[in-house]
């Protein structure tokens, strides 16, 4: 508010019209700009400031608190960076097949196709020994047969005897089927017992990679953890400089014109000095139109 403007709206008033409302939300709008140049303007002098013993405590912890906050904001960058390794190195143990493992896949894929094989030959020798025994049981009810209706005669014999032998190869051939078959579901059971231990194998280094990964997880909780605190820590420390910059700003913006080293300070800075101290006079002219002077 400029004078003119306060002596318009004294003349106001003195006819009643009275906006103490809007008087003291003006106050409060021009305080909070004058409060926001303060701190600006200290932040941009501070460290010219050293040599005005009024405002030795406000520079000394300055000088401080920036050291500490560039302190903190190096383990925080450490921080990140480590956090970032981890992620990487999670995603990486999470995504990518390891050489071995997929050695381990390929060789469980060619013993599944293995026993495969052998299971169709199984199942082959299983059927021909079926038409043996069927073919068996069928000479040997003729024989039974014949023996019954033999007369005993040179064409009887013959045909009894070449069914007996047809009977004893047959045996022989079941026999070797017996066998063919035992033969291969030993190598079946061999096969699956490969196929236990490759997958033995194979869930070991599963649970190697989840241990891993866990530990990753591990290292990117006490990361996150750490940021998280140096993040509060680096933000209390920007609120604690914030108030020293504002008490500087205040200072030197109030004593530049009676003050030469409040003066020289802010030299560079005398269009924002001049900007708060009307801040200062509209601020003072609305609370006394509001009726708080």
Known sequence: MTSSRYALARFAQAFG???RAQRMADAASEMHLLREAEAHLGAAIWENVEGIEAL????WNLRKLVKEREMARERLAECQARLDEAHEERAKLLNQVPE????LQDERVALLKHLEQLAIERDKVIL????VRRAYTGLKTKLEVVLTESKGSQQDETEVADVRRRLIELKGRFATLK???IRIGEEIQIGDDKIDKVDARIAEQRKERRIQASE???VIGEGNKEI???RAETALLDTQ?????GDIGRYISRQSASDAACSAACAKHRNLVEVMRALRRSVALNHKLAGQA
Not at 56 to 59: G, I, L, R, W
Not at 100 to 103: K, N, R, S
Not at 241 to 245: A, E
């Open 100 to 103: 071995m493992q997929q050695e």
């Open 17 to 19: 019209y009275f906006r």
């Open 228 to 230: 998280s605190a140096l």
């Open 128 to 131: 021909d020994a079926r038409e």
């Open 56 to 59: 030795s405590v406000e520079y």
């Open 241 to 245: 400089m914030r108030q020293l910059f």
């Open 179 to 181: 066998q063919e078959r």
């Open 216 to 218: 990753s997880f591990q």
